[in-house]
């Protein structure tokens, strides 16, 4: 009987593990075109509909991105998402402070200044009017923006 509580406690600790894997996201990778030409940076940006932890994908250089949720690239839980997507490009208009002194006498930001690459309603998923649906399985999404 001894022998049989081992290899029932074994099974149970098997299945455990390979639950731990099961985190029910599906992968999600997509492009990001702005006029025509791809996105080079940037980040999408997928909120659940219903609520819950949003998802998130850098933009690679030639528009591509990957959601992630928990882990890199693990993707995002199938459902309904409103989407915002970001796309900023800082620059340093001239030399950058030596000193802390110095930069706290530029205002903090030295002289960096911020450019939006994309309109800013596309910031923020209750403006942008974009959504997506992920299904089960390997989804792919593209945003083709005006």
Do not use: W
């Amino acid at each position: 009987m001894e022998a049989r509580s081992c290899v029932l406690v074994g099974i149970g600790v098997l299945a455990l593990l390979c639950g731990c894997s099961d985190s029910g996201l599906t992968p999600v990778r997509g492009t990001v075109t702005f006029e025509g030409e791809p996105l080079p940076t940037g980040s999408v940006r997928f909120f659940p509909a219903e609520g819950g932890r949003p998802s998130i994908g850098q933009i690679q250089p030639d528009g591509t991105y990957e959601l992630s949720t928990t882990e890199p690239g693990d993707g995002a839980k199938p459902g309904q998402y409103k989407v915002a997507i970001e796309s900023v490009e800082s620059t340093q208009a001239g030399p950058a402070p030596t000193s802390l002194e110095q930069e706290m006498e530029m205002g903090g930001t030295g002289n960096t200044s911020v450019t939006y690459l994309l309109p800013q309603e596309y910031s923020s998923h209750q403006s942008s009017g974009l959504t997506a649906t992920v299904e089960a399985g390997d989804n792919t999404i593209d945003f083709k923006l005006p």
